[in-house]
């Protein structure tokens, strides 16, 4: 059976893949950024988190740049390293027109630019999410209207509707981080928490960067700590075909009852579900059951299986007030600034 809805990509202005690597084929990972190096004259009565977002989210300032990536090689006979068509390695990117603070709750300009041109946008499709008892897919591009709350930043996502809210995510730190010298002497973290490890590894002894190369004057990262606000439901395919809309493929199609679908063996979380690993409760609008231990994922998240329309459904929850994480060790998100996304345009060698 495929289960293939394990939470991972959620908005991909908030949320990425967690850091991966196959060198034998598969280079993969995520990360983000944004410009901090501006005269705008802050906002009275912003915290110090609200003008570090500012700092990197406002137009002005040149905006959130979230690094996304993965990269496939091949070799000749002689040696030579070409990079396939199918690779990607791309910015998210939003910005903020005016401060909320100013101008109260703001929707961000969102979209995509590839960092190497050689290399195609992939196509973009929206996360699925149970609000209300029913599926609903978030926008794309991402839909996100960011307010501030006391000290801190909230953004709320929306879906395909413009107005049905699928995830609310509360920034409590925001911390800029500026980058000089040689990119290959850059904090371990931003390697290890983002995208840009990607480049740091070698293909057949052929390094994927210019290792003299370094950064340009103001480029910086952001460091973002987040969390989750309200119990979130993320759903994708419990089986075959492969969907991308609200209609998601259950896990079966007749069932009587929430009870008799235990026991139920996923081949994604490589175990075997009864029904006293959970309870049941009413989560999102329907009945549904909610392991009672977390999935082995950087961000906590339950397995979650619901009833709906006489068919069982799959997904996981994020509950609330849940803090979220990229690799298991590391408990802020990354964005890059333009400066720091144009040096890594500018070095990368693949």
């Known amino acids: 059976m495929k ?33 901090s190096n501006s005269s705008t004259t802050p906002v009275a009565n912003l915290s110090a988190a609200q003008q570090d977002y500012e700092s990197f989210a406002l137009a002005q300032n040149g905006g959130l740049h979230f690094l996304r990536g993965t990269l496939s090689f091949s070799t000749s006979s002689s040696g030579a390293l070409t990079v396939s068509p199918s690779s990607f390695f791309y910015t ?38 149970l609000v209300g008892g029913s599926v609903v897919v978030e926008a794309v591009p ?87 606000v309200g119990d979130t439901v993320l759903v994708g395919d419990c089986a075959a075909p492969d969907t991308t809309g609200p209609n998601v493929t259950p896990c079966v199609s007749t069932a009587p009852i929430l009870e008799s679908f235990f026991p139920h063996t996923s081949a994604a979380d490589g175990s075997t579900y009864n029904l006293s690993d959970g309870q049941i409760v009413t989560l999102a609008g329907t009945r549904a059951w909610v392991a009672n231990t977390a999935l082995n994922t950087p961000t906590p998240e339950y397995r979650v299986y619901y009833q709906s329309n006489g068919q069982i459904f799959s997904g996981v929850l994020i ?26 345009a500018a070095a990368i060698t693949f």
């Not at 394990?6 to 908005?11: D, G, P």
């Not at 050689?118 to 196509?123: D, H, R, T």
């Not at 007030?321 to 400066?339: H, M």
Request: aromatic content about 6%; hydrophobic content about 40%; proline content about 4%.
């Open 3 to 35: 289960e293939n809805n394990r939470a991972s990509v959620i908005n991909s202005s908030h949320i990425a893949f967690p850091l991966s690597l196959l060198m034998t084929a598969l280079l993969a990972a995520c990360g983000g950024g944004g410009d």
């Open 92 to 129: 998210m990117d939003s910005s903020l027109a005016k401060s909320p603070a100013l101008a109260g709750p703001q929707l961000l300009t969102t979209g995509s630019s590839t960092v190497d041109q050689k290399l195609a946008v992939p196509a973009q499709t929206g996360q699925r999410y």
């Open 142 to 228: 991402a839909q996100v209207q960011v307010s501030y709350s006391g000290a801190n930043i909230q953004e709320t996502d929306l879906a395909s509707d413009g107005k049905t809210v699928t995830m609310t995510l509360l920034g409590t730190s925001y911390t800029t981080v500026p980058l000089s010298g040689a990119i290959s002497n850059s904090p371990s973290e931003l390697f290890d928490g983002s995208a840009l490890g990607l480049i740091t590894n070698t293909v057949n002894g052929t390094s994927l960067y210019n290792k003299q190369a370094s950064w340009q004057t103001g480029a910086a990262y952001l460091k973002a700590v987040r969390q989750v």
């Open 319 to 344: 509950k609330d007030g849940t803090p979220l994480a990229p690799i298991t060790s590391q408990d802020f998100y990354i964005f890059l600034n333009s400066a720091a996304v144009q040096s890594v």
